[in-house]
């Protein structure tokens, strides 16, 4: 049963702090998804990668945050420094050229 | 500003009642994907709907994309309590955009 794993499932951490969440995709997906979801905001993509290709980040802070897929098999979200208004579940999903994203179990973040 | 607004927000119903999902755009999409997600966890998949006007049934959930590609409706025949969730529509152009959900509660 393919799924999408992020890694790891819950990070506390201090303001300030670097934090790296990382995802594999579903074998033989070549889209990648970041979505952050929040009370108030709901699902906001922050990256969109196809074929490892980051092809839209607008959706998210670039003073802080960056997104990368150094191979098919992982993609990383990483906030440097962290604060804490960037407290949510981060969410990877995978997809084909069909436009569908299945979705990863979510990495709950908690910047205190 | 939500691309893609869902309504009602909230929904609460008995056992075996019927209920409608509608998400709504100004935007032309692609193609129109309907999700379920329980708490805890990860959007899951439900449908894509592709077509113009096409319906789409997945046992008691029938799902509906506009003539326009613009909206779409949810309906769910017999709610059952396993239907409780929160209920995403996302537009794809190029990219997914999701509405801000309906979380559907269904009582015993």
């Known amino acids: 049963d393919a799924r999408v794993t992020q890694t790891p499932r819950h990070k506390v951490t201090e303001m300030g702090q670097e934090v790296t969440m990382r995802c594999q995709p579903i074998?033989?997906?070549?889209?990648v998804f970041w979505y952050r979801q929040t009370m108030m905001q709901g699902l906001e993509l922050l990256a969109y990668?196809?074929?490892?290709?980051?092809?839209?980040d607008s959706g998210m802070p670039k003073d802080r945050f960056s997104a990368e897929m150094p191979d098919a098999t992982l993609a990383t979200l990483k906030i440097q420094p962290s604060e804490p208004r960037d407290s949510a579940v981060y969410f990877c999903?995978?997809?084909?050229?069909?436009?569908?994203?299945?979705f990863g179990p979510g990495t709950r973040l908690t910047v205190t | 500003t939500q691309l893609l607004e869902q309504s009602p927000q909230f929904l609460s119903i008995q056992e075996g009642e019927n209920l409608t999902v509608y998400c709504n755009s100004s935007?032309?999409?692609?193609?129109l994907q309907w999700y379920r997600q329980e708490p805890g966890e990860g959007p899951v998949l439900l449908v894509t709907?592709?077509?113009?006007?096409e319906v789409k049934k997945l046992k008691r959930l029938t799902f509906q994309f506009g003539d326009a590609r613009k909206d779409s409706s949810l309906h769910i025949t017999a709610a059952q309590t396993g239907d409780t969730g929160l209920y995403l529509c996302?537009?794809?152009?190029?990219?997914?955009?999701f509405g801000a959900g309906t979380t559907v509660t269904v009582r015993a």
């Open positions: 999903a995978s997809g084909s050229l069909q436009g569908d994203a299945y």
């Open positions: 074998l033989g997906h070549n889209t």
């Open positions: 709907v592709v077509t113009g006007g």
């Open positions: 935007s032309v999409f692609s193609s």
């Open positions: 990668f196809r074929n490892r290709a980051p092809l839209d």
């Open positions: 996302a537009g794809e152009d190029y990219k997914l955009s």
